[in-house]
Antibody, heavy 123, light 106 residues
Framework: EVQLLESGGGSVQPGRSLRLSCATS????????MSWVRQAPGGGLEWVSS????????YYADSVKGRFSISRDNSKNTLHLQLNSLRAEDTALYYC????????????????WGQGTLVTVSS | DIQMTQSPSSLSASVGDRVTITCQAS??????LDWYQQKPGEAPKLLIY???NLETGVPSRFRGSGFGTHFTFTISSLQPEDVATYYC????????FGPGTRLEIK
């Protein structure tokens, strides 16, 4: 059974940093691109960032480019998201998501999601 | 960036009704479109990929169609457990989601 477990969320002041992690199991992690998707309270889904299965290629939404950094450790089956220069509008539930297809193309559709970790940015 | 729009933003229908949601892309995305269902308090769930392919284990009352810029999601016979918000998502150029359609039972 595929499992994705996010951690690292919390309440921080604007301008500070957080590092989110997603521990995975139940599939061959290195074979799949991975992504982060967030959802503001009461809001819709927003794609944040994706990383190819090798980790060589990374992609970001314009809203986070230059502030967030995605990475992965294929030896530990773990995905990370470094959040810097946080803003109030970054407040959201952050989901880790697995690509459906084991291809070099990144990223397409998400067949497994974690339960999310909540990031609250407030002074 | 590719912008996705959905209509309606919310709808209420009766059990057994046929329900249709539309999704429009700001530019041609071929068939690079998915549909997700998100129930309250839960993570999203993939229902349809590549515009019209049913994900494994998803009931056959869910159907997707369309190509290019205009797409349709249909529930042939609404069930009480289908109460959720439905999102389209394109993956032709990076990724982006539609704003969602909230579905309720009358």
């Amino acid at each position: 059974e595929v499992q994705l477990l996010e951690s690292g969320g919390g309440s921080v002041q604007p301008g500070r940093s957080l590092r989110l992690s997603c521990a995975t199991s139940g599939f061959t992690f290195r074979n799949y691109a991975m992504s982060w998707v967030r959802q503001a309270p009461g809001g819709g889904l927003e794609w944040v960032s994706s990383i190819s299965r090798s980790g060589v290629s990374t992609y970001y939404a314009d809203s986070v480019k230059g502030r967030f950094s995605i990475s992965r450790d294929n030896s530990k089956n773990t995905l990370h998201l470094q959040l810097n220069s946080l803003r109030a509008e970054d407040t959201a539930l952050y989901y880790c998501a697995k690509d459906k297809r084991a291809t070099d193309n990144c990223c397409l559709d998400f067949d497994s999601w974690g339960q999310g970790t909540l990031v609250t940015v407030s002074s | 960036d590719i912008q996705m729009t959905q209509s309606p933003s919310s709808l209420s229908a009766s059990v057994g009704d046929r329900v249709t949601i539309t999704c429009q892309a700001s530019q041609d995305i071929s068939s690079h479109l998915d549909w997700y269902q998100q129930k309250p308090g839960e993570a999203p769930k993939l229902l349809i990929y590549d515009a019209s392919n049913l994900e494994t284990g998803v009931p056959s009352r869910f159907r997707g169609s369309g190509f290019g810029t205009h797409f349709t999601f249909t529930i042939s016979s609404l069930q009480p457990e289908d109460v959720a918000t439905y999102y389209c998502q394109q993956y032709d150029k990076l990724l982006s989601f539609g704003p969602g359609t909230r579905l309720e039972i009358k």
